[in-house]
C-alpha cells in the first residue's frame, strides 16, 4: 500500500525502515520524520502524516508479535508515540496542507480547490 504519493513510500518500505531503526541502540522514536530520513526522503505535502502514524503502530505491533524486533523496543517506541503529541483531527492536516502548498505557490487539485472543509 503506498503511504505517501509525494515520495512513493509503501508500507513495505516503512516496515524495512522500522526493522533498522528499532534494532538500533538507543534507537530514536520512530516518527513519520525519522522514518522518512531514514529512507533518504522528505514530506513534502504532509497530508500523509496520519496514515504514516497509523501504518508506524500497525507495523510495530506486527514486528513484535512475529519477533523481528524485540518486543520491548517496540512497546517502548508505542508508549513514546503515544505520549507524543496527539494526532491532528483530520480537518487540520487537510487546512495545513493547504496552507503550506499555497505558501510554496503550488496549485492544482492537490491544493484544496473544490474541497469543502469543516469549520467548527
Same mark, same amino acid.
Given at each position: 500500500?503506498?503511504?505517501?504519493?509525494?515520495?512513493?513510500?509503501?508500507?513495505?518500505?516503512?516496515?524495512?525502515?522500522?526493522?533498522?531503526?528499532?534494532?538500533?541502540?538507543?534507537?530514536?522514536?520512530?516518527?513519520?520524520?525519522?522514518?522518512?530520513?531514514?529512507?533518504?526522503?522528505?514530506?513534502?505535502?504532509?497530508?500523509?502524516?496520519?496514515?504514516?502514524?497509523?501504518?508506524?503502530?500497525?507495523?510495530?505491533?506486527?514486528?513484535?508479535?512475529?519477533?523481528?524486533?524485540?518486543?520491548?523496543?517496540?512497546?517502548?517506541?508505542?508508549? /513514546?508515540?503515544?505520549?507524543?503529541?496527539?494526532?491532528?483531527?483530520?480537518?487540520?492536516?487537510?487546512?495545513?496542507?493547504?496552507?503550506? /502548498?499555497?505558501? /510554496?505557490?503550488?496549485?492544482?487539485?492537490?491544493?484544496?480547490?473544490?474541497?469543502?472543509?469543516?469549520?467548527?
Amino acid at each position: 500500500m503506498i503511504v505517501c504519493s509525494c515520495q512513493v513510500i509503501s508500507d513495505k518500505d516503512i516496515e524495512q525502515a522500522l526493522v533498522a531503526i528499532l534494532r538500533e541502540t538507543d534507537a530514536p522514536l520512530p516518527t513519520p520524520g525519522v522514518v522518512y530520513r531514514h529512507l533518504a526522503k522528505k514530506m513534502v505535502c504532509c497530508s500523509c502524516s496520519p496514515l504514516a502514524v497509523r501504518t508506524i503502530y500497525e507495523i510495530i505491533d506486527r514486528l513484535a508479535a512475529r519477533g523481528v524486533v524485540c518486543p520491548y523496543a517496540c512497546e517502548t517506541a508505542r508508549g /513514546r508515540l503515544a505520549k507524543s503529541a496527539g494526532m491532528p483531527r483530520p480537518e487540520r492536516s487537510i487546512e495545513h496542507a493547504r496552507v503550506l /502548498r499555497e505558501a /510554496r505557490g503550488l496549485t492544482g487539485p492537490a491544493g484544496g480547490e473544490g474541497i469543502a472543509l469543516r469549520q467548527d
